[in-house]
């Protein structure tokens, strides 16, 4: 075992020395898949986050290359990079015409990028990737300023009955999984998805903001990435989009309150198009090793994620059901005609 | 007593983990890496920090944002070495820098400007921590007060610092900005996903990054400028810059006294405008840089190399740094690129940014804050030194630093996305900077309208739709209604005392 500060020290010497980063190449583990009849992967194996850094596709990717690192699966470098932009559909479109046939680059994605495909017109669509897995589910959280005087959703969706444009929805950019949500829960009430006040912000981080200095009626978010502003009492959970209770177990879901809304925000992984079926099954074999370790566990229960594990084409199937419901959705809210 | 006790307390493990061998390490790295950052154009803290995170896997945590804390710290002050020497911000929160900074330079005084920088960089720097430290819970209170509406009102505040950039022709300001407008409003509109502007090109449906069109139109607009010109008459604005390296590095008594005042109100302007997410680093060297030249009994020498221009700003952008810490640890909220990195570090630590994590994590909390005073000292003593270094660049013969000022832009700007038409955009905002130029249009404020543009937008269709379409939203808020009233004086004053000949 080496320590940590001894570890730290390295580190700091490492950086010193060379100035950037560059990953430590040492022999292949013996944890490693051995490599296709092919010889896949040759070389290190990039996994592009199609966002800035900071965000939940990002985080993800960064936890990917934690894991395979960590356990050597792969016995190749994994390194992340971020391309940024429209959606994720900027990353999208590369993975599809630049990385045609390379399966060395990886895209990691998710719900979000299904509507902004949409809302963005992108000449590229997920179809044409080859999906690996289904990885987790972030559900979505609800929630009212701390003096809210709504103490459950049935109250506050009484009110928007009467006069949807008083009542302001916080959450993020336009088309994304809180709009769609926001839209999934009017149409639920029996209200015009189009008269939802949504109110968008570039950021779960602004939104939050946003409800806890009371700004606006309620706010939407995924269920983890909130969890630190409703334990700090700030903010108040009155629904979540899950079909079970999760988390705290108190926040009674959508369902429960009679709406019939059942949301989670998905993220998984794609290889560009052109990857043959042997080089596939290898990727979803170390996805699947990656599932099993107990760092992935770790990192699924501190981020309230939950394990929705779905290989191939399974995952396949299930992403042609989601496009369609993305679909619809965004043409009820009057973002896409 | 009580707190002040526990404070200490606080402080005492916090150094205790800050002065650790191995992190004493990290942090003298961290400002080291993170000065070289902020040198090079187009790279940022926040890239370089979602390039090391992997490395760090494994250490201590409280290593690790000590290493994060001083690069963040780091690049701020490396920020204002190629404006002020070869008028070359390398992020927008340096474009004020360059303005006075350069012609310092040119007049053999490019080492008293890195010099106030450095040191109004350490001042606010060592300021802002203070009040990170002692004042966060209230300051988070008071940024949450702010909504929309005020958001907008201190945007509309921050724009009348145009007319300070105009050097002269209002006219050509506001042309200036106007085309800073325009493109900022290129891209994926927030609130309805339309795109703007992008005329079918995917490059621009995230809209222009800021960097971009500050490295396009200073760095890129300059080298191809002297391109230009060069042939024709030998000596061109840059070419004056040359040869004057001389001049002394230390501050004179003068130099002193009028730097202290800037540097004071930079920090406090540069403070709260990190605590406000979203408001950040540039909006408050444009804020102090302005304060400046109303403060000032000479608002003439403004443009000209006036040291008070560079000491606001600097420490403005510096203050801000530590100012937008308060939200990320009190709230858990990033007010800017680097801190949304920072809070995805965080969580891979499975650490939750928050009232909590003063209480449960201690050593890490007061560690970091301990450590950002570590690296502020460790920074002073690195960049005075360096200046001496710096200065010597402008020996180097104009054609080969200009080739190598192209190529680092490129590469920086390449960086960002990873992604070549970003580069492209870059050379075309180089070409028009030179348009611009040609016609006597300034450039800084096209800098601060794509800045401003896009929150003043925003913010005003945000307060506009949360109030039903009320426009009196604006001025029934109380501290919207303060900032918009303090807006219209400070817009009319200069139009009122204008005494200066345009031109």
């Known amino acids: 075992m080496i320590s940590p500060n001894l570890r730290a020290a390295c580190l700091a010497i490492a950086i010193a020395a060379t100035g950037c980063a560059g990953g430590p190449q040492g022999e292949r583990p013996e944890t490693a898949l051995p490599p296709t009849a092919a010889g896949y992967p040759q070389g290190a194996v990039t996994l592009i986050a199609p966002a800035n850094p900071g965000g939940g596709w990002d985080q993800t990717a960064r936890q990917i290359q934690q894991v395979w690192t960590e356990t050597g699966i792969l016995g190749v470098p994994v390194e992340v990079v971020n391309r940024g932009g429209a959606g994720g559909t900027i990353g999208l479109a590369d993975l599809v015409t630049r990385y045609d046939g390379d399966p060395r680059n990886l895209m990691v994605f998710g719900q979000v990028m299904l509507g902004s495909i949409r809302t963005n017109a992108s000449p590229v669509s997920i179809d044409q990737t080859v999906p690996l897995a289904r990885l987790l589910n972030e559900y979505e959280v609800v929630t009212v300023p701390a003096d809210s005087p709504y103490r459950t959703i049935e109250e506050l969706l009484e009110d928007f009955r009467r006069d949807p444009a008083a009542v302001s929805w916080a959450g993020g950019s336009a088309g994304g999984i809180d709009h769609i949500l926001a839209g999934l829960i009017a149409q639920a009430a029996g209200v015009d998805p189009r008269r939802v006040n949504y109110i968008a912000y570039s950021g779960g981080g602004e939104a939050a903001a946003a409800v806890m200095g009371g700004h606006v009626t309620l706010g939407l978010s995924g269920v983890g990435e909130w969890k630190a502003y409703i334990a700090s009492g700030r903010m108040r959970p009155i629904a979540v989009s899950s079909p079970e209770r999760t988390g705290d177990g108190v926040t009674p879901t959508l369902r429960e309150s009679g709406l019939d809304v059942v949301l989670s925000n998905w993220r998984g992984i794609s290889a560009p198009p052109g990857t043959d079926d042997e080089t596939r099954e290898w990727l979803i074999r170390a996805l699947e090793g990656m599932r099993e370790s107990e760092a992935w566990q770790r990192i699924l229960r501190a981020n309230e994620w939950e394990d929705s594990f779905l290989p191939g084409a399974a995952f396949e199937a299930f992403l042609q059901n989601e496009v369609a419901t993305v679909d619809e959705t965004l043409r009820a809210i009057g973002l896409i005609r | ?503």
């Open chain 2, 1 to 503: 007593m009580g707190a002040l006790g526990q404070l200490g307390d606080n402080l005492a493990v916090g150094f205790g983990a800050a002065l650790a061998p191995v992190n004493l390490l990290l942090g003298i790295v961290g400002v080291t890496l993170g000065t070289a950052v902020g040198v090079l154009p187009g790279v940022g803290p926040a890239l370089a920090i979602s390039m090391l995170l992997p490395l760090t896997f494994g250490i201590d945590p409280v290593g690790a944002f000590i290493l994060f804390g001083g690069l963040y710290y780091g690049a701020m002050y490396g920020g204002s070495t190629t404006s002020i020497l070869v008028k070359m911000p390398g992020e927008a929160s340096s474009v004020m820098t360059a303005l006075d900074g350069f012609r310092m330079t040119c007049k053999g005084r490019g080492g008293a400007a890195l010099a106030t920088a450095a040191i109004g960089s350490f001042i606010a720097g060592t300021f802002a921590t203070l009040m990170l430290m002692t004042m966060a819970p209230v300051l988070v209170e008071v940024a949450l007060t702010f909504g929309p509406a005020e958001y907008f009102a201190l945007m509309v505040f921050a724009l009348t610092a145009l007319a300070g950039l105009s050097q002269g022709s209002l006219a050509r300001g506001l042309a200036a900005a106007l085309i800073g407008l325009a493109i900022g409003t290129i891209g994926i509109d927030v609130q309805t996903g339309q795109a703007r502007f992008t005329f079918g090109m995917a490059g621009l449906l995230g809209g222009v990054n800021v960097v971009v069109v500050t490295v396009g139109l200073f760095a890129v607009g300059e080298v191809f400028w002297y391109a230009a010109t060069r042939a024709r008459s030998a000596g061109s604005r840059s070419g004056e810059a040359r040869g004057s390296v001389g001049g002394p590095v230390r501050l004179t008594r003068a130099d002193w006294r009028r730097s202290w005042p800037a540097w004071i109100r930079g920090t406090v302007i540069g403070f709260f405008c990190g605590v406000l997410p979203g408001a950040g680093a540039t909006v408050a060297s444009f804020l102090a840089y302005d304060a400046e030249r109303r403060a000032s009994k000479t608002p003439g020498e403004f443009g000209d190399g006036a040291i008070e221009g560079v000491a606001g700003p600097e420490a403005a952008n510096n203050a801000s740094a530590g100012g937008s810490l308060v939200p990320l640890l009190a709230l858990g909220i990033p007010g800017s690129g680097t801190t949304a990195v920072m809070l995805a570090a965080f969580q891979m630590y499975g650490l939750q940014p928050g009232p909590l994590l003063f209480t449960q994590d201690t050593t890490l909390v007061w560690g970091l804050i301990a450590s950002l005073y570590v690296s502020n000292a460790l920074l002073l003593i690195l960049n005075l030194p360096l200046i001496r270094i710096w200065v010597q660049l402008l020996r180097v013969p104009t054609p080969l630093l200009f080739a190598a000022v192209l190529a680092f832009a490129t590469l920086g700007v390449y960086t960002l996305n990873n992604n070549i038409f970003d580069v492209g955009v870059v050379y075309v905002l180089g070409l028009l900077a030179c348009v611009m130029r040609r016609y006597g249009l300034p450039l800084a404020p096209t800098v601060l309208a794509v800045v401003l543009g896009p929150l003043l937008e925003q913010e005003f269709r945000r307060a506009m739709a949360i109030a039903g379409g009320d426009p009196t939203v604006f001025v029934t808020r109380p501290l919207s209604a303060t900032l918009l009233l303090l807006a219209v004086l400070a817009a009319s004053a200069p139009v009122l005392a204008r005494r200066r000949p345009a031109g």
